[in-house]
């Protein structure tokens, strides 16, 4: 079974992963540049996302994930 998560739990899980990756100055420095909120979230997502899959997507986590281990 799939569980799609609310928009606050995946912005409260990116806030956590950018905290365990960057100094805490960096991370709202960048929430800033980011505007979030503001702005087309369906345009930019599909921008973004234009030439990815589920499929791809996952991929690119998992090697992600690999690699963070190593580190």
């Known amino acids: 079974m799939i569980q ?3 928009e606050q739990q995946v912005l409260q899980e990116g806030l956590q992963v950018l905290l365990s990756n960057m100094e805490p100055s ?3 420095r960048f929430w800033a540049a980011c505007n979030i909120g503001k702005g087309d979230y369906l345009k930019l997502k599909d921008e973004l996302f234009a030439q990815e899959s589920v499929a791809s997507l996952y991929s690119k ?3 992600f994930q690999a690699l963070k281990r190593e580190v």
């Open 4 to 6: 799609v998560k609310s």
């Open 26 to 28: 960096k991370v709202a």
């Open 61 to 63: 986590i998992v090697e």
